[in-house]
């Protein structure tokens, strides 16, 4: 989990995002958290789709991952280090509901920011407070529109 502190060193190339201005920001900004480098950054990805395969059966499924940005990029993007944190589904679309049905993921994503939880470093055998951070949100513009709570299309 600490990889991110020694995999780059290309100043002409971003291999990780690392190596990008939001999380040097980040890390300015947030001196305290960035001092631990076993804290969390994670990424929230979604996007919605009728499970039923046919748009004449209305029906919505959006399922909500998070990605921990702390591993390699040859692990962030694998399936074993993806988390389901919950599935969105109902009859209709969330669309301006979504942040009430977030509100248990946002709960515990605050508590972990502001509090965070005792865990268990193997490779040091202590334990230790870690803190996780939500750095960004990766979805198409629909998705957008929902989780930022602007209108996108029409009124």
């Known amino acids: 989990m600490t990889w991110h502190l020694k995999c780059y060193e290309d100043a002409n190339e971003v291999i ?5 201005e939001a999380w040097k920001h980040f890390d300015e900004t947030h001196p305290t958290f960035a001092e631990e480098p076993r804290n969390v950054r994670l990424g929230l990805c979604t996007d ?3 499970p039923l395969g046919c748009f004449a059966t209305p029906y919505s499924c959006r399922p909500i991952f998070l990605i921990v940005y702390n591993l390699p ?3 962030y993007m694998k399936s074993e280090h993806i988390f389901l944190a919950m599935k969105i589904s109902g009859p209709k679309s969330p669309r301006k ?3 009430v049905m977030l509100r248990p993921l946002i709960d515990e994503l605050k508590e972990l920011w502001t509090n965070g ?14 803190k996780a951070a939500l750095l960004w949100t990766i979805s198409d513009f629909l998705g ?3 989780l930022s709570g602007w209108s ?3 009124k």
């Open 16 to 20: 990780h995002l690392v190596g990008s």
């Open 117 to 130: 939880v005792e865990t268990y470093d193997s490779f040091r055998q202590q334990n230790f407070i870690m």
């Open 152 to 154: 996108i299309h029409g």
């Open 73 to 75: 990029p040859e692990l």
């Open 97 to 99: 509901n979504i942040d």
């Open 48 to 50: 919605g789709f009728n």
């Open 144 to 146: 957008y529109g929902m």
